[in-house]
């Protein structure tokens, strides 16, 4: 027993012995399996040595085809049935067409396969009512699938929302009896709560008052102290140990692997059933524990995983890669609507975060969906306080242009920490990586989380969580409020100033005094712990803790205007707007400001963010300043560095992803990208008559490349097609089982007639029917430039390069970004996949 | 003086014996002159019998370039300097890369420009601090255009509605005091008003006061009335007068030519100054005019206006088409965000009607300039209610599930109205371009300025102006509210029920009966007249005359189903949530509701009209019920044929427009489509060396086509590039000119290397400077689908056909939409331009 949890606390099992099913032999038909939870659980994910990036067997060659030869040949061992003649012009062979894991889709490909389904839909709807039916109803599946992934995902954030309240509130103390309410609901079904006194009612005590019978003394503070430590340590301990367990890719924000998704590469498991299933608990477990995180980032990981599994009830988006992708793309955005209750935010966050292919119709889609998904949460309620948004705002009175100034200072401090923040996470996340620190996850997460406890308990604002804390922050101090926040003194005339919620801009008071330190050393503890939690294995959001420093940084500089306008009402800055007695700064707004800068800087999000605010606030008026701090704010931190935080771990993971924000500013030429390179040996090709299977076979096997082109003659080179290397040993192995009298001497025939044999040849394979026969083709003068837009546009794999009409080599995307690394000065081989 | 007077009413002069500055010798520097007057004043716009769209001289041809080689052989008179030896590949000729008028141009190559002027000055701010400052400047000239472009336009959309406002009033009556005062603001000054009657006051006098004495009484109406007439008539008139003599762009709503010209096409002068002026002179007397038409699609048209012009201050923009439409893009939403006051709406709109290429630099930057002209047409306040937006509305009921049965219907109500309404114009619109009915523009102005003036002057729901009835429908009834529609039967206990503003449902009273009669008189008479009104030669949008049906239909059964409740609020339908005395059903917001159907109908807009219509209210509440009528209005009205209005026109006029959002459906493949076809002669190709400098013009005075591939020789047919007619002949007189030697018996070669010639031979013309090395192939194989998406995302003009690396045939963007146009049983021949 003792060594089971040494083994835990030490270093993760080796999964890497076992075979991994995702390439089991046979597993062609593979595109229907990625929520299956074999599939999962056994990914030879080396989960201490890599940051959600499973190992290459072999470093990062070009074109490296993780699939052998051997297992593929066996691949056909599935349909042995009787022997027949096999034209693969007529009849496809199961598994061409399909993709490997780790592999970047033919976005062209699936597109144009679409629209034959669907051109072959609409020509047999002509024909009978059934096939009418089955039309109308295949046009209407999208909006369909649109509304189940909205309430699903509705419903999983309410449920998120309300277990996580419950936990996060448990470890203070527990509700006598009704146990299941949390602190809020415990005390608003008590009768004897005032409004004044809402947060204490005998019915919910702290773990002192229960155990020692007295919430006063010292004792009952040390009492509470561990109490609160021992289940924040409970519940990320259970959090790793289910991901590390159960769904390793189920840490992390996901953002940045969603990113790299929907630009076209398959990561099978990504957003299965166990992901979904383990992200959602250990996302609750993970925010009850008191760590510097939200769960933001993670819902928009948890609404893909749901449009993903959704996806397999409608052949259209279960056969199509490409439709997925649409359908993920509507589901990001789901994911910001209910982490915010902002759907058109959340539809901007998809279209100018997230997404890499958004047509028009996605759009109107993605809006729908995101829309029942946040009336959805609202019919559930989490908040109880029947709003849409988590942190609703109402400001009452107006700003000045002369705030602009402090404004701007948010936004250049949310730029700075932005900046810095990156820098310092991704070296924080490259160190575990490549020392021995990543190899105790579990240990790594508990030290966090004690340290997170035992720092944040004393302090109120840390103690609170994230989203409760900006809450505060927003809010503007109203007459009755009694938060330590409001703590300014009353004014003599108590009763005669301000109207309604309107009050004047008083001094402070010795309440506010303290809050303001404790905010400031909030502040720090914030910024620093945030850099060392995000990355570890837990699920972990960045949105609430960047928008919790900028929140602080703000509110400070609020009370501070506040106070500066307060004393020198007659100064030249203040006069004019703001005489004595009258409402004019609103830290609350200050305070909001500096979220939305802080957040600017570390995403590098801009139309998205501001939309997002002002949904939170409903009044256009302020989004003049949210607007300048945020422009700011993505100047300043764009000048340390374009990348946001999500870019900067693609990277750092090595996944295939082509930006399509940057412009590729290098004046190089395709010809000096494109394989082979002058000293290299020529152009693996395929002549499309004349050889032989067996020499094809060799070829493909003496090469790595995941794909060949098909020339007229080796000595001509024009080029007639290009094909891939899965579907070509999958096919020559569908003839040799199924066809008759194919053996190695057979020739391999990419020509539409057959060529004339001697009478005595064996039977040709032809191989025409999985030969690409449109091929992009660039010349080698075409500047990079174009070519990378050309990829980026089209969602190319892999681009031919002619001179003159004749075959000169080939660009794939993974040449290209290591031709980007090159030019900027980072090492080629982090790009891991292709 | 009578004969002028005929020749204005009957026929339009004939412009076209005047030669056309647009084609004038030498204008190869041309887009530097788009908004000079000659080039406006003087189009040869044959005005009586097109549409907007200037005609050919010889129907459409395909590749037919309108630049006769004496023409451009002319061109280069402009720079006979010393006779010096000229290497094109160092010294662009001036005219290379530059665009005719009524072209398409080719986005691939003007990106590439950019980023190459681009790469320059980064290289350059390395080397010293001037270039530094000046690589900075060049970074922030981008959003330096959009603030100025944001407030041109917002302060001439506020100086529009003053003036329209001031004038629409004229109509009726004069401020004796102040006559520059509209009604509101000439009864607002005055001291006399009540809050009761404050559309009353002694300052301001109609007509029939002002010249018989009296305002009561069957004369003054008839006075009234032929005051009514003769003002629509005089403000008609001048509008479509200013048109035809100043500035014949400024007609229609412009949306369809700006969706055009986004697209990659040049109309020189259509966003123009004098389209400018123009434009917003006749568009307030347009408007003012009572004429059943708004003025929102014309303020698109304004700012882009405003933004071209503005972008002649940057050379960044001035020189690069691309760059150009990026601003232009972003002009488009600062248009809507100050008709609608909706800055998100806009941005919106901008991205899903009207722009074809859309980076996301541009959605961030359009959405500052939508603000900015939003702020700056606020703190103009020409609606004297410092609302931003145009129909300021609050309600106070929620809306129950029950009530979305009606907004769908409204929805169906809005898809049909929308689908009727394309076939009439359009079918309007042909008749007019066809019959004789076109000779006469402003006559045909007039009459139907004196039939609207004559019908809606006796109805007060047509005489007011479109805006203010949508206003006034939008609006829930208040207690005070005096207006007919609000003549509800006073409940007998009238101070007990109903709080603040909201009033329970009632019984309708006669004043709401009348009404009622009214306002479907009204609808009838609307929907007839906009079929005939929108398209003729003043500046005229759709917004508001779409709206104005659907908030009748809206408002009418809005009431109808008030009416109901009330009757039967003990029926299964309203039982459980509209009990008696409760304030259940807003007919403000059906007829909210309806008019973002029937304008869905129309323009087949979604999310941009769903967050324009929630922009107008503030309250996320509401969307459910419009995105449930705009969905519905969508599906009906595609169901009846898939375009919107917009792109009616624009297949209306042939303007050379690859709608994105279609897909491309049939089968057809790349070999289908390209010229030449089987029967045709060969394609007309250049050879990289072997060629005289006779022969090459022989060829191209022989054809018409716009560009010749370059091939390595006429037997091989390998592909070494493309060149274009304009460069070519600008390029061959140059040398003639410039260059010694130069004579018809020059070679004229496009290698890198100067093939080696018999001593006594003249100096060969090399011409490799001028080839595009990077043309863009597609196999003739290729899908056609694949294809179209190639020359969608990459703005293609022209894509090279090979087979198996041999040339074989060209696809122009005017070959596929001949293609289409084929598919669809339309005719080929309406495609006019490439």
């Known amino acids: 027993m003792s060594q089971f949890w040494s083994s835990w606390f030490r ?4 999964f890497g012995g076992m075979e991994n099913p995702g390439y089991r032999t046979g597993s062609f038909d593979g595109d229907d399996d990625d929520d299956e939870m074999v599939d999962i659980a056994g990914v030879t994910l080396d989960f201490s040595t890599t940051d959600d990036a499973p190992p290459l067997s072999s470093g990062g060659y070009e074109e490296y085809s993780r699939n052998s030869s051997s297992s593929s040949r066996a691949a056909s061992m599935n349909g042995n049935g009787p022997t027949k003649l096999v034209d693969p012009l007529e009849d496809p062979v199961p598994g061409v067409g399909t993709y490997e894991d780790f592999n970047t889709i033919d976005w062209v490909r699936e597109k144009s396969k679409d629209r034959d389904r669907h051109r072959e839909i609409t020509n047999k709807s002509r024909q009978s009512t059934v096939n009418l039916l089955h039309s109308v109803s295949d046009a209407f599946s999208g909006w369909l699938l649109m509304l189940l992934v909205g309430l699903l995902s509705g419903a999983l954030a309410g449920g998120i929302d309300i277990a996580a309240h419950w936990m996060t509130a448990m470890k203070e103390g527990v509700c006598v009896v009704h146990f299941w309410y949390n602190h809020e609901h415990c005390c608003w079904a008590s009768n004897e709560t005032t409004f004044q006194e809402r947060h204490h009612c005998p019915q919910w005590q702290s773990w002192a008052e229960l155990i020692t019978g007295t919430s006063e003394g010292a004792f009952a503070y040390i009492v509470n102290f561990l109490m609160y430590i021992f289940w924040a340590l409970l519940f990320s301990f259970l959090a790793v140990a289910l991901v590390r367990a159960f769904a390793p890719y189920a840490c992390g924000s996901g953002i940045p692997e969603i990113k790299t998704i ?91 975060e ?22 959805t949460l609202r019919s559930i309620n989490p908040f109880g306080n029947s709003q849409l948004v988590l942190f609703y705002v109402e400001f009452h009175a107006p700003w000045h242009l002369v705030e602009l100034a402090p404004f701007i200072l948010l936004g250049i401090f949310g730029g700075l920490w932005g900046a810095l923040f990156i820098k310092a996470n991704i070296a924080w996340c490259r160190r575990r990586k ?64 301000g109207v309604g ?65 307060y004393y020198n009402h007659d100064s030249i800055i203040f ?9 004019c700064i609103t830290p609350g707004l200050y305070a909001m400001v500096g979220a939305a800068a802080c957040l600017g800087g570390v995403t590098r999000m801009t139309v998205s963010l501001v939309v997002i605010m002002f949904e939170l606030t409903g009044g256009l008026e302020y989004i003049v300043p949210l607007m300048a701090a ?21 990277r750092l993971n090595g996944y295939p992803f082509l930006e399509p924000k940057e412009e590729f500013e290098h004046s190089s030429l395709a010809v000096d990208v494109m394989r082979p390179r002058r000293s290299d040996p020529a152009l693996a090709v395929l002549t499309q008559e004349g050889m032989t299977v067996g020499e094809v076979e060799a070829l493909v096997e ?123 000065n980072r090492d080629p081989d982090s790009i891991l996949f292709n």
Chains 1, 2 share one sequence.
């Open 702 to 824: 003496s090469t790595h490349y995941s794909g060949f082109p098909v020339v007229v003659s080796q000595q001509s080179q024009r080029l007639v097609g290009f094909v891939l290397r899965r579907d070509l040993l999958i096919s020559i192995d569908n003839g040799r089982k199924r066809q008759e009298g194919v053996v190695s001497s057979s020739q391999v025939v990419f020509t539409e007639h057959t060529p004339s044999q001697a009478p005595d040849a064996p039977p040709p394979l032809r191989l025409r029917g999985i030969m690409d026969l449109s091929p992009f083709t660039v010349t080698d003068h075409t500047p990079m430039d174009i070519t990378v837009d050309i990829f980026r546009k089209l969602g190319l794999r892999q681009c031919l390069v002619t001179h003159n009409g004749r075959l000169l080599g080939i660009i794939t995307k993974k040449d290209i970004l290591k031709h980007m690394a090159q030019i900027t």
């Open 434 to 497: 490549t020392t021995r620190l990543g190899h105790y996850p579990v240990m790594e997460v508990l030290v966090v989380t004690a340290l997170t406890a035992l720092i944040a308990y004393p302090n109120i604002y840390t103690r609170m969580s994230g989203a409760e804390l900006i809450s505060e922050l927003f809010n503007d101090c109203s007459r009755l409020d009694s938060s330590q926040l409001c703590g300014y003194q009353q004014p003599a005339n108590n009763t005669d100033t």
């Open 354 to 375: 997230v997404s890499y292919y958004f047509p028009l119709k996605t759009l109107w889609r993605s809006f729908f969906a995101a829309l029942v998904a946040a009336f």
């Open 11 to 14: 270093e993760y099992p080796d």
């Open 501 to 565: 919620n309107t009050l004047p801009d008083r001094p402070a008071g010795p309440g506010l005094y303290t809050a303001l330190w404790q905010l400031a050393l909030a502040l720090v503890f914030k910024m620093m712990i945030t850099v060392i939690t995000f990355g570890m294995k837990v699920p972990s959001g960045l949105f609430i803790p960047s928008m919790a420093v900028g929140a602080i940084t703000g509110r400070l500089l609020g009370v501070g205007m506040e106070q500066l306008a």
């Open 630 to 650: 945020t422009m700011t704010s993505k100047w300043v931190a764009d000048a340390f560095g374009r990348e946001g935080i999500y870019e900067a771990h693609i």
């Open 262 to 352: 929907l630009s076209g590469f398959i990561i099978r498991g990504y957003l299965g059933k166990w992901t979904l299933m383990i992200k959602i608990i250990t996302l609750v477990l993970a925010v009850s524990s008191g760590l510097s995180l939200g769960k933001e980032g993670p819902l928009v990981h948890v609404a893909c995983c749901c449009a993903n599994i959704l996806c397999h009830l409608f052949t259209k988006y279960r056969k199509n890669e490409a439709k997925r992708r649409e359908v993920l793309s509507a589901a990001a955005a789901v994911g910001v609507s209910v982490a915010f209750g902002a759907p058109i935010g959340g539809v901007l966050f998809s279209l100018e």
């Open 575 to 583: 006069k004019g707007w703001c005489s004595q007695g009258a409402d």
